[in-house]
């Protein structure tokens, strides 16, 4: 690069990442997308260039009972979850390897009209992050008796809340 050794911050070629040496992986992307969506289940899926080490993500619009299944139970991914976060990671130091499919599947309790998948952080088998491209909110299908965009199964109050918080009061 007729730059002096001494000087040089970097002794060899920059890949088209931008880094010293690199073999162009680290501006690579993953895609993680909502998959079939059923009354009880949502499958979340992905599509990536590289191995995947762990994930995390959190979905609002509706509570998750469960995550389970995909590709992280079959390579014995450690999976939990709360209401709205999902956690996957390997204790033996094993990875999803680079493909597309099902990333794990969700038993779910619809909340809202919309869920959104937000919060996304993939990682390699080292720990480092890996880029990703992530699906944004997805309308679900449910009954929403008086149109305040919650679920009837997940609503409080069939109608109005008056000032003081009272289903239909006055």
């Known amino acids: 690069d007729h730059i002096c050794d001494e000087i040089d911050d970097c002794i060899g070629q920059y890949d088209p990442c ?3 040496n690199g073999d162009g992986t680290w501006c690579l992307s993953t895609d993680i997308y909502f998959g079939t969506l059923t009354e009880n289940h949502l499958e979340i899926m992905y599509n990536s260039p590289l191995d995947i080490g762990g994930f995390q993500f959190s979905i609002f619009g509706l509570n998750i009972i469960n995550a389970f299944g995909g590709e992280s139970e079959l390579i014995n991914f ?4 709360s209401n709205h976060t999902v956690v996957g990671f390997s204790l ?8 597309s499919g099902l990333l794990v599947n969700l038993t779910i309790d619809y909340i809202n009209t ?5 919060n996304v952080v993939l990682s390699d088998n080292d720990g480092d992050q890996i880029n990703v491209n992530q699906s944004n909110c997805l309308a679900i299908e449910c009954d929403d008796s008086d149109l305040d965009n919650i679920c009837n199964q997940a609503d409080d109050c069939f109608g109005t ?7 239909n009061g006055d």
């Open 18 to 20: 931008g880094i010293c």
């Open 78 to 81: 450690y999976i939990a979850n």
């Open 92 to 99: 033996l130091g094993d990875s999803i390897s680079a493909g």
């Open 114 to 118: 919309e869920i959104c998948l937000e």
């Open 161 to 167: 809340l008056d000032e003081c918080g009272i289903c």
